[in-house]
């Protein structure tokens, strides 16, 4: 037989409900409350919409109302994952964490915004943060081409801290470097690559 709730936890759930306008969904049978708290926990809004996914596998992506298949979500197939949606359903962001790399991102309406990333792998690792351009908001998300990176700041233990301003195709345009053996540079590049201008000069 299923204990019933403590009075406390039945509280901290109704606080939760009150604050955030959502209610938890409940599993659907005693057998499987087990295999669902181990494996994914959501918060849908009283629509029945989802607000709030945790999930221990790599979860589909939900926009505009249809359903992306997890396959074609960036990130580990197990890792921990915690996706919060706007009142409509579509994801807004997230935060991925798995054994060799974890991440947060924010989204426009169609398309990736803000990734800070981290990755490392024995004595080697890198934390970049990238800023995407935003596409036009009419097109459904099937139809968004790829969006160029417009700000890139990185660090990593091969390469040191890195700064790329780059244009509208994404071509690094102005890049500020301190390198791994502390050697700073700015170098101006035009639209092919060219450095033209730099200090040290």
Request: glycine letters at 10%.
């Amino acid at each position: 037989m299923t204990p019933p709730l403590s009075r406390r936890a039945a509280l901290q759930g109704a606080a939760l409900a009150v604050t955030t306008g959502a209610v938890l969904t409940p599993p659907a049978t005693a057998e499987t409350r087990g295999d669902q708290a181990r494996q994914s926990f959501t918060v849908r809004d009283n629509r029945g919409r989802q607000r709030v996914l945790a999930d221990t596998r790599r979860p589909p992506v939900i926009i505009g109302g249809k359903v992306i298949p997890a396959e074609q979500r960036q990130g580990p197939e197990h890792g921990t994952y915690l996706i919060f949606n706007d009142e409509n359903g579509s994801e807004r962001g997230g935060i991925v964490a798995g054994a060799s790399e974890a991440s947060f991102s924010l989204d426009y309406l169609n398309a990736q915004a803000i990734t800070l990333g981290t990755k490392w792998q024995g004595e080697h690792g890198a934390t970049a943060l990238f800023f995407k351009q935003m596409p036009d908001p009419r097109l459904p998300v099937e139809q968004t081409p790829p969006m160029p990176t417009r700000v890139e700041l990185v660090w990593s233990t091969g390469d040191g801290a890195v700064l790329a301003l780059n244009d509208s195709k994404g071509r690094p345009r102005i890049v500020l470097s301190v390198d791994a053996q502390d050697v700073p540079s700015i170098r101006v590049l035009d639209e092919n690559g060219a450095v033209v201008g730099s200090l040290p000069g």
